[in-house]
């Protein structure tokens, strides 16, 4: 049974390797290249919320795997996803900066 208490983000909502048409839900311009499941666990624990990972195909990109985090529905999703989505440039960003 679903559960209405919690939000599902993908990862393809991120990823700017994909089009809108595909699953990307922010602009290119929050987006970021390829983002793990890891690192979008890592991006909604800063945005403040407790995240519990899954690893599947995302119904769009059925023959890609892909994954996604489900997160106490606390706000409006695009809120959520914005918010999840400047942490996760923030990360892609230190970890650059890092390997550099």
Do not use: C
Not at 20 to 37: F, H, I, M, Q, W
Request: glycine share 4%; aromatic share 6%.
């Amino acid at each position: 049974m679903k559960e209405y208490t919690r939000l599902v983000l993908w990862l393809d909502y991120f990823n700017s390797s994909i089009s809108r048409s595909e699953g990307r839900r922010v602009p290119l311009d929050r987006a970021v290249k390829t983002p793990s499941l890891d690192e979008l666990v890592e991006a909604a624990k800063r945005a403040g919320y407790t995240p519990e990972p899954q690893i599947a195909a995302h119904p769009k990109r059925s023959s890609t795997v892909s994954g996604y985090v489900s997160v106490e529905r606390t706000k409006p999703k695009s809120l959520v996803i914005k918010e999840v989505a400047s942490s996760l440039r923030t990360l892609k960003a230190e970890r650059k900066q890092v390997s550099n």
